[in-house]
């Protein structure tokens, strides 16, 4: 069943995948998401002569959940980590965030999700234990706000205390989100150094972990087993209008295209780099039709680049001195899990 989403969200990261903490580091203003809870039923019941289902054992229990958010420079740094995998800071305000995706299937961080839909000081919240990030993907439209959805799944669900908002998560979530005449997109085509490309009017990019969620092994649970990361794969879109046969000569010859796109207020910024893409379709522009404008979208996607030993990297600038994790783990909130989920179905 899908649950709509009119509310809070936080995250924690758990010391130990699946054992949930009780109360989220950092809050985002969700616009819209769901949290799905799954029931395995086994279809081949058995038949009374009343000729109806005689038994329905519940034989499993899957949870998966995914968000979109708007993006400004605080309350994106938790999720990235969860996407990546690593990170490292520097600087001493503004601090330096650069994100390193995992290179082991389970080098990717569990963390806690909580869901408050009341914001009333007595709605219990929805706290998803032993959750594992499989997909970012990033959307900006010409003349609007940076985008990011998330998707991944958890491993069970207990019910916490609602969530109290801080005065500086207040000012956090009130923050304005990057925007479109923020971005700046590079390229730089068959090994050339990077240069700004003023002319792309919408960008996405989609990072996914390709993770496997369904070992199940007999350890006396309803629940699945850490899911692994799979293939890292990032691909990506942009809209243009076709001036010459540049990009369209190196997608003919495939190409090594490095990609870079910036969005900067100046003092805060967000990147993302793949260093090593190739462009995978490329349009040319219509012929004739009752717009002067001939717009393509171009599809790239990104491979292994071996001198930077890396596929995709990000870089965040912000005000936080760490990025925000949990400082311990609490057992509570799984072992709480198994009867709250249960009766959930």
């Not at 990261?13 to 799905?36: A, C, M, R, Y």
């Not at 000569?249 to 495939?254: I, K, Q, R, S, T």
């Not at 599809?299 to 990000?314: P, V």
Request: with cysteine; proline share 4%.
């Amino acid at each position: 069943m899908g649950m709509q989403w009119n509310a809070i969200l936080g995250l924690a990261e758990e010391q130990v995948w699946g054992d949930g903490v009780n109360t989220p580091i950092s809050l985002i203003g969700v616009l819209s998401g769901d949290q799905v809870v799954e029931a395995i039923v086994p279809d081949d019941t058995r038949a009374t002569k009343l000729r109806a289902p005689r038994t329905a054992p519940l034989t499993g229990l899957n949870y998966a959940f995914n968000w979109q958010q708007w993006v400004n420079r605080e309350v994106i740094g938790s999720a990235l980590k969860f996407l990546y995998g690593a990170v490292n800071t520097t600087g001493g305000g503004p601090f330096t965030h650069t994100y390193a995706h995992a290179t082991t299937p389970l080098g990717l961080p569990g963390f806690t999700l909580f869901v408050d839909r009341g914001i009333d000081g007595s709605n219990p919240t929805d706290a998803l234990a032993g959750c594992i990030m499989n997909q970012m993907t990033l959307e900006n439209s010409a003349a609007d706000v940076l985008m990011a959805t998330f998707e991944g799944v958890g491993r069970n669900r207990s019910q916490e205390a609602a969530i109290a908002i801080s005065a500086a998560q207040c000012t956090e979530l009130g923050l304005d989100p990057f925007i479109f005449s923020e971005l700046t997109f590079k390229q730089g085509l068959n090994g050339a150094a990077l240069a700004t490309d003023t002319t792309i009017e919408n960008l996405s990019i989609v990072i996914t972990n390709n993770i496997v969620a369904d070992k199940r092994t007999a350890d006396q649970s309803l629940y699945i087993q850490r899911p692994q990361a799979g293939m890292i794969e990032v691909t990506g879109t942009f809209d243009v209008e076709q001036e010459d046969y540049t990009r369209f000569d190196a997608f003919e010859a495939n190409q090594q295209v490095d990609i870079e796109a910036t969005w900067s207020d100046g003092t805060y910024s967000l990147l993302i780099r793949v260093p090593n893409a190739r462009f995978t379709a490329h349009p040319l522009s219509p012929i004739g039709g009752n717009s002067d404008r001939g717009i393509i979208t171009v599809e790239f996607r990104g491979i292994y680049d071996c001198a930077d030993s890396e596929i995709t990297h990000a870089v965040l600038v912000n005000d936080d001195a760490a990025v925000p994790s949990s400082t311990s783990s609490s057992s509570s909130s799984s072992s709480s899990s198994s009867s709250s989920s249960s009766s959930s179905t």
